[in-house]
Every structure is written in C-alpha cells, then in structure tokens.
C-alpha cells in the first residue's frame, strides 16, 4: 500500500477527522473504496473514470486523496453554483478536519466578474434600457466600493438574467486587456493571479472548454502546473466541450458590438466617423440573418435546434450572412482610422473582424468532421459548427502533461466500461470503477411502469400522464413530481393537472417550470408540501429534496435523443459508417442515462421512501426495456396502480404531520 493510501485509510477509519467534517450519512466502505482508486490515479498519474451512487459521498472520496496527495490540483465541476458550494463549503471544511495548509482559489468566467472599466462606460452612456436597470447599475456601483473579488454572485437580490450585467462584465472581445485604465483593481486578473498561486483551484467545465477554445480564462496558464485534475459531475462534460470547442456567429453578438462601437464612438471620438451609420448597418445585418434564419417560420416559441441544409441553400440567407460579412468589415475599417486615439477602438476593430471572419466561415462548406446547426430562440439566432464530441481535444491536453486525471459521476453509463462516457471522451483505455449507491432501494423504493398506458406518440397520452399523476399525487397528498421529456409535454400536463384539481376543488397547487426561476420553484414546493412540480430538462438533474417532501416522481416517456436534432442525425451517420446499431450504440445508452439522472431526484439519504412511475408502456413490453429497468437502482417493481397508490398510502400515513 502506498504512503498515500495508507493516509487516505486514517482519514476514513472510524472516528477519524471526517467524522466531524461531514455530517451527513455516508457508508464509509463504498466511500473509501472510490477514494482508494483515486489515491491509486494520483500515484501512478493514470486516468481514472469512476461511477459513484446516490449516498456514496464522492465528493469526499475525491477531495480526500487529493488534498492529502499534497499535489497542485485543479477541480472542475457543471455549474457556478456547484464551484462556490465546493470551494465556500466542502473544501474549507474538510481542510480544517484534516489539519492541512493549503491555499484555495476559485476561478469562473469573466461574465462572473463585475469589470470596473465597462461599469463606469454603462454609467456614462445614459443607454440603460429602463429606470429598473438604472436601479440596478446603481446597486452594483454601491457593492463595487466593498467588494474584494468582484464576484457578482456576491450581490444578493441580481437577477442572472438582468440586462444590466452584459454591460458591467467584460468578455473576450471587448476586455482591453493590460491597456485598461482599471487594470491594476481588474477582479478577473486578480482572481486569475490567485488561481495561480493557490495549490487547490475550483473552476467549472464550461471555463475548463472556453479556455481550451478561445485561451481566455487563465485555465491555459494553470493547467501545465497542476498535477491532479478532477472533473466532478463529469456527465455534463461532453456537452459542455461541444459548446465551446466551435465557432458561434449568433444575431445578438452583433447586435451587442453594434451597440457598443457607438458607445465608444460617440464618447470618445464623435464627429471623427459615422457612428450612427456603421452602427444601424451592423444592427440591420444581424436582424435580417435572424429573419432569414426564422424563415418560413415567422414566429419562434422557445428555443430549439434546425438543420443547416434547411436554411443554407436559401437566398435570402446566404444573403444576410454576406450582409453581416460586409457591415462588421466596413466598421473595422472605420475604426481602424481612430485606434490610436482609444484601446476600445483596437478591441472593437478586432470584434469587427472575427465576426466578418465568421460569417464569411459560415457562407462556405463546413470543416470535415464537424457538424452545422441553427439555434433558435425568441431573440436571436446563433450559427454554430461544432465537432461530435470532446475525444481529440481531450486527448490532446491529456498527451500534453503527465498527471492524473479524475472523472466522477452518480451517472457515466450502463454497462461496466461505462461506455456512454468513455467512448465520446476518448477514455478508452482509463481505469473505470463502479460503486453502487449504499441505499436499501429494493425496500425503500417502487417502481411502476403502466402496461396498458397510451404510447408517447399518442394524442391522448400527455392527458393520461396527467391523470396519473393527480391520482398519485392525491394519495400523498402533493409531494410530486413530474419529469416531462419536452417543453411541449410540460405544458400539456401543466395545463391538464391544473383543470383536474380544479375541477375536484383541490387544493393541490401546480407549480411549472417557467413561471418562476427554478429555485424559487423549489422553495415554493418545500414551502408548500401539497404541491406538484411540473419541470422539464433542467429538473432531471442537480435537484437535492430529501425527506418526505418528495416521494413520488412521474416520467412522462422514455428520454431518447430527439432523432432530429443536427447533432444526433450526425452522431448517428457516424455510428452507421463504422457499421454499428446507432439505437442500441447511442439511443438506448443516452435513454439510460437520463432516466438514471431523472430516478435519482426520488432517494436522496438512506432513510428516504418513494415511487418511481414511468409513464411509457415501451419500458415494460420492448426488448430494450430489460436494459432500461437495469440502468435503474434496484427498486421493487409492483404490477399495478392499485399497488402503487397503496404503497402511497403507505408513506403518507408514515409522513410526519406539515
């Protein structure tokens, strides 16, 4: 046994120094186990993807090795959230515990930084949009004169989507860089000054990717010194890299540089070029390329995804992306005249360019291997060219630097290589461990799958899910959710559930996805136990309601891949020339996944109690249900809802009184 496990060992024997470090319940066998093969990693600089059940305490298991390793060490995790409860909570409380000296720092992404330059340019520019704006940029301004690291997560009560913090945050192509009047109080080059110094850094992927792609973060610097790198929730990495390692042309961007070289052009060069002309010709560009790409469409619900060959033989659009080429080349022009007398010029002329250099990109054949697609949302349209997946940009910062590199998850796949992750990342040949969740789910949980149900493509079924569901939810008085597979669905079902319980006067509350940001969506639901919380993609995943506030979950059909979407028509076109199953290969293993992530929201702790319904009869009669239901944590099936509904009778009548 190696120093480094003989420690990891101390650490987790009984009574030691996590006992106070983590309050939780957590079967110390299956943690030490998962910690035992991270120690292993770190020793021999090896790659090492390990798979870790609800109640394993993974966290621990890889901060543990790591810390005591005593080696440089970057943590990446999915979202900003997950990076400050590390790096706020679980870092400096497991440091204390285990009595080590090591310096911490936490890195995000410039949108996360309040820039001091561009908070001062919004004040001046008198381009607030309303006095609620106004409101805000005042707020900020206030915090800003206390603020040590800029972070805006910091200010309470900011709205993330509020149309003030574009204006007060730098991004790559508008940052001055070390020719800044503020550069010396920069909070993003002092975080990255930090991040260099400290021997534990928290980032998250979307930074680990955007740095990978654009060399824009400070993780390009950081990442040949460290020695360890771990990515938590490592199932969100390949769609994250995919985001970043293209080339986006999106009408908004335009749009935004459009705005700001009038800005910078009225404030700091007026009567020296036509601002206002080379500004309305950008902004006139962009909204034609998204009126092109709307098409035939005319109105946009939502957001979704069209095909490049349904848009990229038409005129019109060609036409837009050459319009879009000519305005953003004319205002580089324009402004190389003046960047002499300003840096913002230089940074708007070099704006101006890469986006002429992308629609020009996107007027052309696309880059062999990769795949095209329009984004579409109310607002804007975005252009992208992305590749299939994260295999060579890995492998290449992998090759780059020998050390170990860990990738964890409560769901990487269903088989024992967990292919449905190592394939995609490249990690063929990594070390794959698998420890089952600790939890007494043949006891603890029910599974129903309706046999004679309506299939998922049949007019009445989103009524019936609904019909279930207030059935179920009944008999628990509230306590439910509902897991829909599409924005459509989650309308259907929102709409119906409400008629039913109004229909029966009940007083049991319907809370949807979009009519209120997601966590106070969760707290209205904690709040309310006589509640049924309808929710789509963002619900399946990252959710944390233990206890008898939740114990049943309802999925409305089996989560496969949406067989139109560009990215999926091109994974599968691969999968086909190297003559494999393209539904066994990637449909089924991507099913298995989510319905994995979306089970998971049910037991959340060992004493934990609930029902699992899968609304789509396929579960039950298809060849492929057998690996669907074996992808789930091993809870007991019952054959019929008059089993269900008393297996929730049951729990209701145990539930403490709210």
């Known amino acids: 046994m190696s120093i480094l496990r003989e420690h990891v060992a101390q650490a987790f024997a009984s009574g030691g120094p996590l006992a106070e470090a983590d309050e939780r319940y957590i079967e110390r066998e299956a943690q030490q186990r998962m910690a035992d093969a991270v120690a292993e990693a770190i020793d021999g600089q090896k790659a090492l993807v390990a798979e870790a059940g609800t109640g394993v305490g993974k966290t621990f298991a890889y901060l543990v090795p790591t810390l005591l390793s005593g080696k440089r060490a970057l943590v990446s995790t999915a979202t900003k959230s997950l990076q400050d409860q590390l790096f706020l909570r679980d870092l400096p409380r497991l440091r204390d515990a285990l009595q080590l000296p090591i310096s911490l720092a936490l890195l995000k992404g410039r949108a996360s930084y309040l820039c001091l330059h561009r908070m001062k340019q919004a004040h001046q520019s008198a381009q607030l949009p309303d006095r609620w704006a106004a409101r805000t940029l005042a707020k900020i301004e206030a915090w800003s004169q206390s603020t040590q690291s800029g972070d805006l997560a910091e200010l309470e009560g900011l709205d993330e989507r509020s149309s003030v913090i574009p204006l007060v945050t730098s991004s790559r192509d508008n940052c ?117 790409a709307v098409g035939p469409l005319r109105e946009v619900r939502g957001s979704f995804k069209l095909r490049w060959d349904e848009r990229s033989e038409r005129d019109d659009f060609q036409a837009a992306l050459v319009a879009v080429a000519d305005a953003c080349s004319a205002a580089a022009e324009a402004l190389d005249t003046v960047d002499e007398l300003a840096p913002d010029f230089t940074k708007l002329a070099e704006r101006a360019r890469q986006l002429a250099r992308h629609a020009e990109q996107f007027s052309r054949e696309a880059t062999p291997g990769r795949v095209r697609w329009i984004d579409l949302s109310p607002h804007q349209a975005r252009m992208v060219e992305s590749p299939l997946d994260i295999r060579e940009a890995l492998r290449e910062q992998m090759n780059a630097a020998p050390k170990a590199w860990v990738f964890t998850s409560a769901t990487l796949g269903d088989d024992e290589r967990l292919s449905w992750f190592t394939e995609p990342a490249g990690l063929d040949d990594a070390e794959v461990l698998r420890v089952g969740s600790p939890f007494d789910y043949p006891a603890h949980a029910r599974l129903y799958v309706p046999t004679r149900f309506p299939k998922p493509n049949e007019g009445a079924h989103p009524a019936e899910v609904a019909a279930l569901a207030a059935r179920l939810a009944r008999a628990l008085g509230g306590r439910t959710f ?24 009940d ?55 949406p067989p139109n979407d560009p990215l999926v028509e091109a994974r599968v076109k691969r999968l086909e020339s190297e003559g494999r199953n393209p539904f066994a290969d990637y449909f089924i293993a991507e099913a298995a996944v989510s319905l994995k992530q979306g089970a998971g929201r049910l037991i959340r702790s060992e004493t934990d109690r609930g029902l699992l319904v899968v609304c789509d009869p396929r579960m039950a009669g298809m060849n492929y249900g ?15 809802e008059e089993e269900a509904l008393a297996w929730l009778a049951e729990l209701s009548a145990a539930a403490l009184p709210f």
């Open 626 to 640: 057998r690996r669907l239901r074996e992808a789930l944590p091993p809870m007991t099936r019952v054959a019929s």
């Open 507 to 561: 007083s049991i509350q319907v809370l949807q996805q979009g009519d209120a940001p997601k966590r106070q969506l969760l707290q209205q639901f904690l709040n309310q136990p006589r509640s049924v919380l309808v929710g789509s993609q963002s619900f399946w995943e990252g959710i944390d309601v233990p206890g008898e506030a939740l114990q049943c979950v309802l999925i409305d059909k089996l989560p496969f891949p």
């Open 482 to 505: 509902v897991l829909t597979t599409t924005l459509r669905a989650l309308q259907a079902i929102g709409e119906r559930l409400r008629s039913i319980f109004e229909a029966e006067l």
């Open 176 to 292: 001055l860089g070390s020719e800044c009047p503020d550069y010396r109080q920069c909070h993003v080059m002092r975080a990255r000054r930090e991040a260099m110094a400290a021997d534990l850094v928290v980032v998250n992927h979307h930074l680990f990717f955007a740095d990978m792609a654009l060399r824009d973060s400070g993780v390009a610097e950081l990442l040949p010194s460290v020695e360890v790198a771990v990515f938590d929730e490592a199932h969100q990495l390949a769609e994250a890299g995919v985001q970043f390692l293209g080339v986006t042309l999106g009408s908004a961007q335009v749009i935004d540089f459009a705005r700001d070289m009038l800005g910078a052009g009225l404030q700091l060069a007026r009567g020296l070029v036509p601002w206002q002309d080379l500004s309305a010709a950008c902004d006139r560009a962009a909204r034609e390329l998204r009126l092109a």
